[in-house]
């Protein structure tokens, strides 16, 4: 509105001046100069911004040298240990300044592997690192995160910290090895291998002392796990570093997050498909991080695909550093608790996210787009732009978008969350599930600006669940056959 009567007035100027035969030339430029500006201005919208992230991240480039893992003593036997192998390639090659460390066909034993400035660790086709399952490997402790909560804890099975312009790439695949019989049971769950009396994450002086922490502000030298704590490494974690490229690779059998950037910046995960199924093993977590495209690749897994983060309760809103422009391009979504999720971690805030020409379907995917926080969280969720959206099959709700979402312990608070400004264009569904939209805001913070348009759910249980939700419009949207309305709950 500003800028539109800002330009209305020059343009009122200048037709008085027009009258000036000696200037009215200058007049008729600055007239012209004015209308493109105002066009502009307002042609500009999400998924112009979306383009602007697109073309501003740039994939990192590496001098064109190679390291064979196996000139440094690798073997690839799938039982010799080759931690010190693929540290001394690496070492060379960023002492060289940098190129492609290269992992040749075959199965190669290994602890934690740390990626240094200007790396490209390159599997080639047919080559599969097997991560070891033995916790002493992953020894030092280093500065990690655990469900949003910094710590220091076993080092993540491919770890990066404050490193720049390094990759992952290539057609092998790492293997975490994960499984009922060593990381998954730490979790607590008979369904992953736990049995009563065995220690796991949840006992007091674990995760539980963790979240204390957090809530408190201990200093990070002070959160020392690791060994008698029960707190499963990431995968793959950039921590404060940039200029990220994860491309080509499979993923399997993680214990825990699978790729995690960390207060990190222009990341591209390209043509990656991540296979598992264990607890907490989402596809790809970006926390506290900015400019992160994530395009081509296939999720299927034990808990989110996607979950965009940004860190958990007092903690997050000490660091507050939001996660914003997240782009998510031509992606698959099979079994999984969600296709695409912000949360619950989300203290800081999430902005900006951009979804386009992805399928989901599975009778084990639970939602497409979910949102999860609460008053614990708090922090504000504004910008959320889906469209081209296929979904053959979800089981719960196309779209969900929850202020009271619980795990653990008691989960509310004095910090009311913000939900605001949520798109949905040109989108099919098959199956629904139980809902279209379930959403629950508060009376005193609802739910805001929620717009579906050229929506088609064929099949679907019940069309909304709403409570405290805020201009929902409906546009062009058919569900079960009936073009809707916006329900006369929902608040204009």
């Known amino acids: ?43 500009k919208g999400p998924w112009d911004m979306m383009q602007e992230v697109v073309e501003s ?71 599969e690192i097997l991560f070891s399952t033995d916790p002493q490997d992953y020894y030092p402790l280093v500065a990690t995160a655990y469900e949003g909560i910094e710590l220091m804890n ?29 990381w998954w049971k ?38 020392v796990f690791g060994d008698g704590h029960y707190l499963r490494p990431t995968f793959l974690e950039p921590f404060e570093s940039e200029n990220i490229l994860i491309e080509g690779v499979k993923i399997v059998n993680a214990p825990f997050w699978i790729i995690h950037p960390f207060k990190s910046k222009n990341i591209i995960v390209d043509g990656v498909t991540v296979e598992s199924h264990g607890p907490n093993n989402d596809g790809c977590d970006p926390e506290y991080s900015k400019n992160v495209i994530i395009k081509n690749c296939t999720f299927n897994t034990g808990d989110d695909c996607i979950a965009i983060k940004a860190g958990r309760d007092a903690e997050g809103r000490r660091v507050g550093i939001k996660t914003e422009n997240v782009v998510v391009q031509n992606c698959k979504m099979i079994d999984g608790h969600g296709g695409v999720v912000i949360g619950s971690e989300m203290s800081a805030g999430v902005s900006n996210v951009y979804v386009e020409n992805c399928e989901m379907n ?4 639970d939602r497409a787009i979910r949102l999860k926080t609460n008053s614990r969280r708090g922090g504000t969720i504004d ?21 009271f979402y619980a795990t653990y312990t008691n989960q509310t608070g004095e910090h009311i969350p913000e939900i605001k400004n949520i798109v949905l264009e040109n989108v099919k569904v098959k199956n629904g599930g139980y809902y279209g939209i379930l959403a629950k ?42 073009l809707m309305q916006s329900p006369p709950q929902t608040k204009d």
Not at 464 to 481: A, C, M, P, Q
Request: hydrophobic residues 35%.
């Open 186 to 223: 730490w979790c607590g769950k008979d369904i992953y291998g736990w049995e009563e009396g065995m220690p796991h994450q949840k006992d007091s002086l674990n995760l539980p002392r963790l979240m204390e922490m957090g809530q408190e502000g201990t200093p990070l030298e002070e959160r």
């Open 441 to 482: 805001g508060y009376e005193q913070s609802p739910i805001t600006n929620v717009t579906l348009k050229n929506v088609n759910i064929e099949k679907v249980d019940e069309a909304f669940s709403l409570e405290n939700v805020s201009n929902l419009k409906l546009i062009d949207t058919y569900i079960n056959g009936s």
């Open 362 to 365: 599975s009778p084990n995917l």
């Open 154 to 182: 076993y080092s993540p099975l491919l770890y990066a910290y404050k490193k720049k312009n390094i990759a992952v790439t290539g057609k092998g695949i790492l293997n975490g090895q994960a499984g009922n019989d060593n």
């Open 383 to 403: 910008g959320v732009y889906v469209r081209n959206l296929e979904v053959g099959q979800v089981k719960e709700a196309v779209l969900k978008l929850n202020m």
């Open 57 to 127: 991240v740039k994939e990192p480039t590496f001098p064109k040298k190679t390291f064979n893992v196996v000139d440094y003593g690798a073997i690839a036997d799938g039982v010799t240990k080759n931690t010190d192998a693929f540290k001394k390639a690496i070492k060379a090659c960023t002492e060289s300044g940098g190129g492609k460390v290269v992992v040749p066909k075959g199965e190669y034993l290994t602890g934690a592997i740390h990626l240094d400035d200007n790396v490209n660790l390159h599997l080639e086709e047919g080559a």
């Open 1 to 43: 509105m500003i800028l539109d009567r800002f330009f209305s007035e020059i343009l009122k100027i200048s037709k008085l001046f027009l009258r000036i035969p000696q200037i009215a030339p200058f007049v008729m430029l600055v007239i012209v100069v004015s209308c493109k500006g105002e066009e502009s201005a307002k042609e």
